[in-house]
């Protein structure tokens, strides 16, 4: 038998089609079903997205109206679920906070279902699910910044649109145009990107027929991770240690030398650059402009083009977005969290997907362990 063509870490293998999203390398370009990203961000609302992402077509005006409205009626944390919150200790890691409370959500929505077929839910209800999920998440992600600096919750606002609800709750104060808009690209940008880790493993878990939640959970244990959705909070501690534009040179001198991974920076599919980068700085430039901070326009440029000229290896999304969420006023912690609340769109349209034509994802491994051999002593059964 010759060699499997083993491909470490499924680079570059295809393993299904997908309609959600396209993401081409070659025109660096990223499509959310059919339409170029840039587009959608500089003109739609997060919601509208979230229709298109689930639907396949972007909402009519009653379409959005009726979402809109579901979503407003969602975005309370029951009491039960708020004890649960509350019983947890402010330092755990907001991405484990947030992984619980899904498990949470999904055990009392499939409870009393002893089938775990009919747990994993009919289009209809996975539907239902993905829009309530959607609509919870920024009160859970507000309510933990509040938390770990001691402040009470702020109960979300259904005169306000996503955007400026989410903000509303995490601050306590009306946003600025400027910073709402920005905020809105930001979770538009990030709600979809095809099969990256947190994604497959969703579709994975549903490969199984597993339930919605299960699959959402399972993502958010991908996504907390460095390589993946962890790279935007590592930027900000990165920022940190670097200080100013002027120490960006001995910095990276430093920390090449060590082998260090440059978070923020590389992406396995898009070698010359993230398509989503400009729009997101663009956001940035902004933010700078609005809360006139000079200073992190000149340490993020300063780091891109040292590194840029050095490695040849380009920003992804999560580069302009850490300062722009740090500028926004949101904890590093919170960062990932954001990326949550909006992979959550793109995570169900995949979900839902798989659901509608599944098939067990199960890959072949190669064996490299020791030649068949025998216990000492054993005897066959006669
Ligand atoms: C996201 O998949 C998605 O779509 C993900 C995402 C999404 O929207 O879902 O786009 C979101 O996860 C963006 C990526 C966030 N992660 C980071 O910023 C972490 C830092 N980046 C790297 O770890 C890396 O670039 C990866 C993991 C993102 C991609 O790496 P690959 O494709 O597996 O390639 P590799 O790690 O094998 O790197 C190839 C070479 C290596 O050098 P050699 O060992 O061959 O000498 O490039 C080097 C790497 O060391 N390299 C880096 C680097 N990225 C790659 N060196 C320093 N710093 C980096 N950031």
């Given amino acids: 038998m010759s060699e499997p063509d083993i491909k470490k870490g499924l680079a570059g293998v295809y393993a299904d089609v997908t309609a959600v999203s396209k993401v081409n390398p070659e025109t660096n370009s990223l499509l959310y079903r059919g339409y170029p990203?840039?587009?959608?961000?500089?003109?739609?609302?997060?919601?509208?997205?979230?229709?298109?992402?689930?639907?396949?077509?972007?909402?009519?005006?009653?379409?959005?109206?009726?979402?809109?409205?579901?979503?407003?009626?969602?975005?309370?944390?029951?009491?039960?679920?708020?004890?649960?919150?509350?019983?947890?200790?402010?330092?755990?890691?907001?991405?484990d906070e947030v992984r619980t409370v899904v498990s949470l959500l999904g055990g009392f929505e499939t409870a009393g279902i002893d089938n775990v077929l009919d747990a994993a839910g009919t289009p209809a209800e996975n539907l239902d699910r993905s829009v309530r999920l959607f609509a919870i998440l920024p009160a859970i992600v507000a309510y933990g910044q509040r938390r770990r600096h001691g402040l009470e919750i702020i109960e979300p606002r259904e005169d306000l649109d996503y955007a400026a609800n989410f903000l509303w709750m995490t601050f306590g104060e009306e946003p600025a145009p400027v910073v709402v808009d920005a905020f809105n690209r930001s979770m538009i940008l990030y709600a979809e990107h095809s099969f990256n880790a947190s994604t497959f493993t969703a579709r994975v878990i549903t490969s199984t027929l597993s339930d919605l939640y299960s699959g959402v959970v399972g993502a958010i244990g991908a996504l907390k991770g460095p390589l993946h959705g962890g790279a935007n909070e590592a930027v900000l501690h990165i920022f940190t240690e670097i200080?100013?534009?002027?120490?960006?040179?001995?910095?990276?001198?430093?920390?090449?030398?060590?082998?260090?991974?440059?978070?923020?920076?590389?992406?396995?599919?898009?070698?010359?650059?993230?398509?989503?980068?400009?729009?997101?700085?663009?956001?940035?430039?902004?933010?700078?402009?609005?809360?006139?901070?000079?200073?992190?326009?000149?340490?993020?440029?300063?780091?891109?083009?040292?590194?840029?000229?050095?490695?040849?290896?380009?920003?992804?999304?999560?580069?302009?977005?850490?300062?722009?969420?740090?500028?926004?006023?949101?904890?590093?912690?919170?960062?990932?969290?954001?990326?949550?609340?909006?992979?959550?769109?793109?995570?169900?349209?995949?979900?839902?997907?798989?659901?509608?034509?599944?098939?067990?994802?199960?890959?072949?491994?190669?064996?490299?362990?020791?030649?068949?051999?025998?216990v000492e002593g054993y005897e066959p059964d006669a």
């Fill in 37 to 95: 990203v840039q587009e959608l961000a500089g003109t739609q609302s997060f919601e509208a997205v979230a229709y298109l992402l689930w639907h396949g077509e972007l909402p009519t005006g009653d379409q959005l109206a009726e979402l809109r409205a579901v979503e407003r009626a969602n975005r309370a944390i029951p009491a039960d679920v708020r004890e649960f919150i509350d019983a947890m200790p402010t330092s755990a890691h907001p991405m």
């Fill in 243 to 374: 200080g100013s534009a002027e120490n960006v040179v001995p910095w990276l001198d430093e920390v090449l030398a060590a082998k260090r991974k440059i978070m923020g920076f590389g992406h396995r599919v898009y070698k010359r650059g993230d398509s989503r980068v400009p729009t997101m700085k663009l956001a940035l430039d902004a933010l700078v402009d609005h809360y006139d901070r000079p200073d992190v326009a000149a340490l993020y440029d300063a780091l891109e083009s040292e590194f840029v000229s050095r490695k040849g290896i380009y920003p992804n999304l999560d580069y302009p977005s850490g300062p722009a969420y740090s500028l926004m006023g949101f904890d590093t912690l919170t960062f990932t969290p954001l990326f949550i609340a909006a992979r959550i769109t793109g995570w169900t349209a995949h979900i839902m997907e798989q659901q509608a034509s599944n098939a067990l994802i199960r890959p072949l491994s190669a064996y490299d362990g020791p030649d068949e051999r025998h």
